[in-house]
């Protein structure tokens, strides 16, 4: 079993940055890709941005050079620097640990048998 917990969430102006933390425990995350996902009320979770054990990344359409990910397995965690925030990133952001190393796999929430409880970021316009 992998613990997954976010931290880093909260309240930003438009412009703003904010980095999140997804601390891991129970098991070494450096077999797994690593995944941001985010959700706001009434849609699907999405795809943010994954990076695999090996490195390799992908973002969601909509990152846009924004946000990137980033992964320290000698702390067992995983970041999300987010810059440039728009309203429209307003959701709950949500880590996920994945087998799977296949980066046209990672954006499939079925992938992620472990996720954290999520935290919020709200971005004021």
């Known amino acids: 079993q992998v613990q997954l917990v976010e931290s880093g969430g909260g309240l930003v102006q438009a412009g703003g940055s904010l980095r999140l933390s997804c601390a891991a425990s129970?098991?070494?995350?450096?077999?797994?890709?690593m995944g941001w996902f985010r959700q706001t009320p009434g849609k699907q979770r999405e795809l943010v941005a994954a990076i695999t054990s090996g490195g390799r990344i992908t973002y969601g359409d909509f990152v846009k050079g924004r946000f990137t990910i980033s992964r320290d397995n000698d702390k067992n965690a995983v970041y999300l620097q987010m810059d440039s925030l728009k309203f429209e990133d307003t959701a709950d952001y949500y880590c996920?640990?994945?087998?799977?190393?296949?980066?046209?796999?990672?954006?499939?929430?079925?992938?992620?048998?472990?996720w954290g409880q999520g935290t919020q970021v709200t971005v004021s316009s």
């Open positions: 129970g098991r070494a995350i450096n077999g797994y890709s």
């Open positions: 996920g640990a994945a087998l799977s190393q296949i980066l046209t796999r990672l954006p499939l929430l079925r992938e992620y048998p472990y």
